[in-house]
DNA sequence: CCCCCTCCTGTACCGGCGGTACAGTTTCGA
DNA sequence: TCGAAACTGTACCGCCGGTACAGGAGGGGG
């Protein structure tokens, strides 16, 4: 039980790595059997098909990002009273940790499931769409809590506004991935936090406004790094 | 001469809609010259392989991309003597564009050429890499005018605003892809719209600030629809 | 009128890959 | 020591990408 679980993971971790670069129907089996040192016969013990392999493999993503998430917004949450401010520090945290990352973001399963659609069954659609609106989910969440003590300068839809950071983080991987500019990835999403800022937080570092707008925003933002 | 060209192009668009739904590991050049009814060894005249089709296939891609946004962006330039008011309205212009796809924007095979990365040659991924990068110096030209005449309210570097349209759009599409959302993409547009506007604008409709900022940038953010 | 060039068709073949079937083997805990 | 879990080995199928090469229709130019 405990050995099977180790080759079976060894198997998701090479497929993996070998999905984000090729993309499904440009990885073999065959490869994947090489490279983990398994026999043909010992895959198909672990997994039936290829859909199969995919269906695992992105359940397995799909956990570990949301692992991650929640990891890194609820340390912004513990640091932070203001929910904006939890926020900001949240995708603080999340560019550093891109930008951390030695060869730049290997890529987003849920992207490769989508640009490779048709070959999948519905359930793998559906575990996809359900993993994109987890997220709009969570940033709703996050976003809502902030527009109960900020009003937004301008009127925006929340959900909208929370598939924002789903839309820039994947743009952000499509682009750092194809210009081969790792950090292009951290830079989007600090130019999201920017927006975030602007939307919520009163002008600041502008005399203009805080004259009329007091300044208990501007000593909140004033402390934020 | 002209007959060639035609079949070509058939060939090119039986494959151009495929590789977007399957991805070019998942689309067989078998499907394709069943689909287009031609032959075995026709394809192979025209292509000779089906790294020579990715090619061609993502060159007329980029072609017809760029002169999309010639298009549009240029019509939006006529318009407007203002260059924000111009880009402002070009975003909202590319979102009507991108909600009346009758079944939502296919896919953009810039995305697809970087999550099928290994499998194609350096001049494929130098095509792709200089897409992106000429979407950067697009923007990036149109932000530089912007910049210009109205002072950012926060600083930002013009490549990574630049940057973040492609990103919106690459990340849009994905979302609206997965979530079999078609309306999405375009709400994304108009959400990074929102941004441009509350980046470089003014506070308007909120009297707040306009008190001491004059009301020249109020009547022009006014007259926008 | 024929020749040649473009634009294909037809046939045959190769090796890689996804997948199936099934028999046999090792390992390890109850 | 028995049996289940976790494999290995072998053989085979059909699809697919790709190659090779021969031949044919059709049209325009000498």
Chains 1, 2 share one sequence.
Not at 8 to 17: G, K, S
Not at 148 to 154: A, F, H, L, M, S
Not at 200 to 220: C, D, K, N, W
């Amino acid at each position: 039980m405990r050995k099977g679980e180790e080759t079976r993971t060894r198997i998701l971790d090479v497929a993996e790595a070998a999905v984000l670069q090729k993309g499904f129907g440009g990885t073999s089996i065959e490869e994947l059997i090489a490279e983990t040192g398994i026999t043909k016969s010992g895959f198909f013990y672990h997994f039936k098909d290829k859909n199969e392999l995919a269906k695992a493999l992105l359940n397995r993503y799909i956990e570990n990002d949301e692992r991650i998430y929640d990891e890194i917004f609820g340390r912004a949450r513990d640091l932070m009273d203001d929910p904006l401010q939890a926020f900001l520090l949240g995708l603080k945290l999340l560019s550093e940790l891109l930008s951390d990352l030695p060869n730049g973001h290997p890529g987003c399963l849920v992207a490769t499931v989508c640009y490779y659609e048709r070959l999948f069954d519905r359930e793998i659609q559906e575990t996809n769409r359900n993993a994109v609106l987890a997220w709009r989910r969570r940033f709703g969440r996050m976003l809502r809590e902030i527009m109960d003590v900020y009003p937004p300068r301008e009127p925006v839809d929340v959900d909208q506004l929370a598939d924002m950071v789903s839309s820039v983080l994947e743009g952000g991987i499509v682009l750092s991935k194809t210009l081969k500019e790792p950090n292009t990835l951290a830079e989007q999403v600090l130019m999201l936090r920017t927006f975030v800022r602007l939307l919520f937080l009163p002008a600041v570092e502008q005399p203009l406004a805080v004259v009329r707008q007091g300044q208990a925003f501007g000593a909140a933002a004033g402390g934020q790094p």
